[in-house]
């Protein structure tokens, strides 16, 4: 920056990270207009897919997809942009998985325990991703003849770690994840390594009954401003 006398100055802090936050506000506005356009080819690809299994797989697709869309758009609101407000961003991003049209028959009720949990973008990203995978996993195995049990979804953290855990109540369990497509469980895994935290199956005499992760939260520091 050059003076009237024609010295150059050093920008100050605040200009650096004023500066710093209008490039990560342009970066974010981009990163969801372009994953809007990808959600956007998967409908229209979709409405013109005539095989089942291809629309199947387009709408687990769209459900990823549409997850990173809810958690970046959730940064508009979010203070300095340094945390995430994880109870309502599951619960917006359970609501969308619910209701698509992979779902028309019998669904399974969605319980999120998940108040006042704030998580860093790096995490969040991830762990709104696997709710998806498993919901997806547990919502395509449903008997049309049977009252479909429901799933908890429960988040909880302390100053360092975070655990997830999604599990059915009742006697019902999981889908198998034996049976699970090879892309899911290649998902999951690699989710689950990017958590940073060991991917765990809770099983009852060989059922299924929960996917566990507990996960080290990534430190913001002390001064949020560095996060604008």
């Known amino acids: ?15 650096l990270l004023s500066e710093n936050g ?29 095989d089942r299994s291809a629309l ?40 969308e998985v619910t209701e698509a049209h992979l779902y028309t028959g019998p669904r399974r009720a969605v319980d999120i325990r998940s108040d006042g949990v704030n998580l860093p973008l790096d995490d969040a990203m991830p762990l709104a991703l696997m709710v998806v995978e498993v919901l997806l996993a547990a919502h395509g195995d449903i008997d049309p003849g049977i009252d479909p049990a429901p799933i908890v979804v429960a988040l909880s953290r302390d100053a360092h770690e975070g655990n997830l855990r999604i599990a ?21 895994e690699a989710l689950a390594r990017q958590l940073g935290g060991p991917l765990k199956i809770d099983a009852h005499e060989g059922v299924p009954k929960a996917v566990e992760i507990r996960f080290p939260v990534r430190s913001l520091g002390e001064d949020p401003d560095t996060f604008c």
Do not use: C, F
Request: proline share 5%; no cysteine; charged share 25%.
């Open 56 to 95: 199947s797989v387009l709408e687990s697709l769209r459900a990823r997809v549409t997850a990173m869309i809810m958690v970046y758009q959730t940064l508009d609101d979010t203070p300095h942009r340094a945390t995430i407000n994880m109870d309502q961003t599951l619960r917006e991003l359970v609501r």
């Open 22 to 50: 209008r490039l990560h506000r342009e970066i974010e506005h981009r990163v969801r207009n372009t994953l809007q356009v990808v959600a956007s080819l998967i409908d229209v690809t979709a409405r013109s897919a005539g």
């Open 168 to 188: 059915l109540e009742g006697a019902q369990s999981l889908s198998d994840p034996a049976a699970w497509p090879e892309a899911t469980k290649a998902m999951m």
């Open 1 to 15: 920056m050059k003076t009237p006398g024609g010295s150059i100055t050093q920008p100050t802090r605040a200009q």
